[in-house]
Nanobody, 118 residues
Framework: QVQVVESGGGLVQPGGSLRLSCAAS????????MRWYRQAPGKERELVAH????????TYADSVKGRFTISRDNAKNTVYLQMNSLKPEDTAVYYC???????????WGQGTQVTVSS
């Protein structure tokens, strides 16, 4: 059974930092590209960051470039999102997604809440 579980969310002041983790099990993690998405209240879910299966290709949404860093540890079946210089507009539920290779299905986590507020 495949499980994708996010952790590390919470309440942080503007300008602060958080590190999100996403642990996957039940799949061959090294074969999956991984993505972080976020969804703020009343808004559509948006792609925040993408990392290829081997970590050699990384892309970011313009809104987080220079502040967020995605990384992965294939030995730990985990992908991370380091978020620095957080802003109130970063407040959202953050989701992790495993991108199935070829015809394999994609897998979503349940999300973790990030709130940036003073």
């Amino acid at each position: 059974q495949v499980q994708v579980v996010e952790s590390g969310g919470g309440l942080v002041q503007p300008g602060g930092s958080l590190r999100l983790s996403c642990a996957a099990s039940g799949l061959t993690f090294r074969n999956y590209a991984m993505r972080w998405y976020r969804q703020a209240p009343g808004k559509e879910r948006e792609l925040v960051a993408h990392i290829s299966s081997a970590g050699g290709s990384i892309t970011y949404a313009d809104s987080v470039k220079g502040r967020f860093t995605i990384s992965r540890d294939n030995a730990k079946n985990t992908v991370y999102l380091q978020m620095n210089s957080l802003k109130p507009e970063d407040t959202a539920v953050y989701y992790c997604k495993g991108m199935g290779p070829g015809w394999m299905p994609d897998y979503w986590g349940q999300g973790t809440q990030v709130t940036v507020s003073s």
